[in-house]
């Protein structure tokens, strides 16, 4: 039986706040479930750059129900998997299993989110496992530039820092400081609750009931500070590596931007695939890299458009001359209909083919409702995508890619 791509959905809010969201799939028997807390690295203040991060990491090792050991067994031993991530804005926490533990994986998730003991026994120890996690992300440049690019669009702001923190932040951290963010952010009216696979709402809403009984924290309304203004960056840094790596791009728009699909259209045909625009001009003309894209970040309030590109130093000028040439054109002439509906198509089928994952679907309906606080169909986004036109696309790329707004942030071999 094909999966059903244009799902049943329900919204429930519960009398303290908490949102609860699913999508029924009968066709699978499986079940995805997520608990999303609006609460990201940019909720941090300067003395707590990581701690959104650290705690993801430490509410695993007990919660007020069982031991660490047994959290990571809880899915595990059912055929299931349990797993968090950080964002600058989210922090969520999910499982995925068969859909007769759809209870086990909402205990567990919910577990997680109220009922953290943060033994002070494991502190220290998880302060040495997020510090090498630091070590090997900064070990990796094509991710590290990013770092450095984040930083340079949103300085002396917390969206320029590193959601995993720095190794001193870290070291700094104290059980009452994560308590005191916890008791601050991990409250009702900021709890998403999202479950897609087959089930039937009304389950979904009973087994949150109960399981959140008592979970009554009274409501702390996030200020969150919008970016100051945005003014042209150049950054080079050296660092003991072999390739060059390369990023240009600026500021962009927010998630409640009436632009924000246009952005999203433009940027396929830049560099979303084989057949974009970097990757046939660059990588496919001249053999300059192996690595060329585009990309695109959202956040509720700002956001940013980028080419990466990883290539010898040899070539990094003559790279950026590349793709500005790129940006320019775009911003100087409309793309043709055929290019305009090819990456529609590439848009939608894309959308289309993560529909087939009921963990796509979970963290698209959770994140969705942190950010508009309603569901957004299937169908509206699609309608959106069509009523792009080729003037919005070049109207885009013109408001973003002057010249005097695009920043560039290369990490260079050292001598």
């Not at 998403?192 to 087959?198: P, Y």
């Not at 632009?259 to 053999?287: A, D, F, H, P, W």
């Amino acid at each position: 039986m094909a999966t059903q791509l244009i799902p049943e959905t329900g919204r429930t809010v519960l009398p303290s706040g908490v949102r609860v969201l699913t999508e029924t799939i009968p066709s699978v028997r499986s079940v995805a479930v997520g608990a999303f807390v609006d609460a990201g690295s940019r909720d941090e203040r300067e003395d707590q750059a990581g701690i959104t991060h650290f705690i993801e990491h430490m509410v695993f090792k007990g919660t007020r129900r069982r031991r660490g050991y047994l959290i990571n067994q809880r899915m595990e031993s059912v055929g299931g998997y349990l797993n968090a991530f950080t964002s600058k804005e989210q922090t969520c926490f999910y499982a995925r299993g068969l859909t007769e533990h759809l209870g086990r994986a909402l205990e567990t998730v919910l577990d997680l989110v109220t009922q953290p003991t943060l033994p002070a026994r494991e502190l220290e120890k998880e302060k040495d496992v997020v510090i090498e996690e630091i070590k090997m992300y900064e070990d990796a440049p094509e991710d590290h530039v990013f770092d450095f690019y984040e930083q340079a669009l949103y300085p002396e702001h917390p969206l320029g820092k590193p959601v995993i923190g720095t190794q001193d932040s870290v070291r700094s951290f104290t059980r009452e400081a994560l308590v005191e963010y916890i008791g601050r952010h991990y409250v009702p009216d900021r709890l998403v609750v999202s479950v897609a696979g087959n089930v039937r709402h009304e389950d979904v809403v009973r087994h949150v009931e109960r399981l959140l009984e008592g979970f009554d924290r009274g409501p702390n309304p996030s200020v969150r500070d919008a970016p100051s203004g945005y003014d042209q960056a150049e950054v080079r840094v050296e660092r003991p590596i072999q390739q060059a790596h390369l990023v240009v791009g600026t500021r962009a728009f927010g998630a409640h931007d009436p632009r924000r699909t246009s952005l999203s259209v433009l940027n396929t045909i830049l560099g979303g695939g084989m057949s974009s625009r970097l990757n046939q001009n660059i990588r496919e003309k001249y053999g300059w890299c192996y690595s060329v894209y585009s990309f695109v970040n959202v956040q509720a309030d700002s956001g940013d458009l980028g080419v990466y590109i990883g290539t010898d130093a040899s070539r990094l000028d003559r790279s950026k001359v590349l793709i500005e040439r790129e940006l320019a054109k775009l911003a100087e002439t409309a793309v043709s209909p055929r290019m305009l509906t090819r990456a529609k198509h590439q848009l939608k089928g894309s959308l289309m083919l993560g529909l087939e994952s009921t963990s796509n679907r979970m963290q698209r309906v959770g994140r969705v409702e942190l950010v508009h606080d309603r569901v957004v169909s299937i169908e509206e986004i699609v309608a959106e995508v069509d009523a792009v036109s080729a003037d919005d696309v070049r109207q885009v790329a013109s408001d973003l890619f002057a010249p005097e707004r695009l920043s560039t942030v290369a990490l260079i071999p050292s001598d």
